[in-house]
């Protein structure tokens, strides 16, 4: 069992900028491939940007692509999301996932295995 524990949400302005991460509380940290995905007010959830295992692939929604920079550092078995140029549209509860493979990270929610509790950004205009 992997536990998640998300951090750095908050309230900024739009045209800020904020940094989450995620602390994952496992051995196995660079086995799994890892997700951020966010879910706006009345809305289903949405993939935003995943990594994969080693970090040297990264992918992106194209809403944030070019404003959002996902990153991990296995040593530390911490996964970041970087985000810049905020939108009003950005705010969400914001997920941090794990995704048990190798491979390509898949974008679903539903694929991921392990998922943490969130943490709120709220941009306002």
Not at 104 to 113: A, C, G, L, Q
Request: with cysteine.
């Amino acid at each position: 069992h992997v536990q998640l524990v998300e951090s750095g949400g908050g309230l900024v302005q739009a045209g800020g900028s904020l940094r989450l991460s995620c602390a994952a509380s496992t051995r196995t940290f660079s086995s799994y491939a890892m997700g951020w995905f966010r879910q706006p007010p009345g809305k289903g959830r949405e993939f935003v940007a995943a990594i994969t295992w080693s970090g040297v692939n990264t992918y992106y929604a194209d809403s944030v692509k070019g404003r959002f920079t996902i990153a991990r550092d296995n040593a530390r078995n911490t996964v970041f999301l970087q985000m810049n140029s905020l939108k009003p549209d950005d705010t969400a509860l914001y997920y941090c996932a794990a995704d048990a493979t190798y491979g390509v990270p898949r974008r679903s929610p539903i694929e991921y295995d392990y998922w943490g509790q969130g943490t709120q950004v709220t941009v306002s205009s």
